[in-house]
């Protein structure tokens, strides 16, 4: 199984270098990759964007350009979901009945995959650790199911300061924390769950899921916190092997 999952926040030249290397080595062998635009609602313009951006070296195609996307995913040997809205992204996986032929493209023949923020969500059991603002219905919360925890793409720890104006002071905000919005959805539902840092990518490797480009915090249900770096290599239950 070749999966890479990635937060986002690749604002810097650097953190570009990494995201593009990191996406080049992983459709490494394949020669048409399908680019999943459905967190956005300009499908064309995202996916031409990302043809310039992403540093997939194959053919990156809009699988919206396909009347069926459902047999057209035979076409491909790799899979690429982009970032946006989780909401937009989820409705339209179900509404096009992509659900299921993804996950078995990518568990059950072995197509490399791929998702950045809201297409990491997706990778996860359930939507249910997005940030996203619920912008439309979904037909159900359910998502991909490749890997078995949870992701909370672009994390922090809490701690915020800000300025109302530019040359201000800065302000505290005492603001909900993500880590309490993941223990209210630990009351409701067991998987672990991972905030990703920005720049923060995990790639399975042979068993183990490594944790690249910038640190993360393990929250699981009902144990401590645990913070951990680059090069940390995690069980599917995110202990730490």
């Given at each position: 199984m070749k999966i890479l999952l990635g937060s986002g926040g690749v604002g810097t030249d650097e953190r570009k270098a990494v995201y593009q290397s990191l996406m080049s080595e992983n459709f490494s062998d394949c020669k048409k990759v399908a680019f999943v635009p459905y967190a956005s609602d300009n499908h064309d313009g995202y996916t031409e964007k990302m043809r310039g951006f992403s540093?997939?070296?194959?053919?990156?195609?809009?699988?919206?350009?396909?009347?069926?996307?459902?047999?057209?995913?035979?076409?491909?040997?790799g899979i690429y979901v982009g970032g946006g809205n989780t909401w937009l992204l989820v409705r339209e996986l179900h509404e096009r009945g992509l659900i299921e032929p993804i996950r078995e493209a990518?568990?059950?023949?072995?197509?490399?995959?791929?998702?950045?923020?809201?297409?990491?969500?997706?990778?996860?059991?359930?939507?249910?650790?997005t940030n996203d603002m619920p912008i439309t219905m979904v037909p159900s919360y359910e998502t991909l199911g490749l890997v078995p925890f949870q992701i909370n793409p672009?994390?922090?720890?809490?701690?915020v300061w800000f300025r109302e104006e530019e040359g201000g002071s800065f302000l505290k905000h005492f603001g909900e924390t993500r880590s309490r919005r993941v223990s209210e959805f630990h009351r409701i539902r067991n998987e672990p769950v991972i905030g990703l840092y920005e720049g923060s990518y995990l790639r399975?490797?042979?068993?183990?899921?490594?944790?690249l480009g910038n640190k993360a915090t393990l929250m699981r249900k009902g144990k401590e916190m645990v913070t951990v770096s680059p090069g940390t290599l995690l069980a599917g239950d995110l202990t730490t092997a």
């Open positions: 540093g997939v070296g194959a053919d990156l195609v809009g699988i919206h350009e396909y009347d069926d996307p459902v047999s057209a995913l035979d076409e491909f040997d990518v568990l059950s023949k072995g197509i490399p995959y791929a998702g950045v923020s809201a297409g990491a969500n997706v990778a996860c059991p359930t939507m249910q650790t672009h994390y922090y720890p809490g701690g399975h490797n042979g068993g183990y899921f490594e944790l």
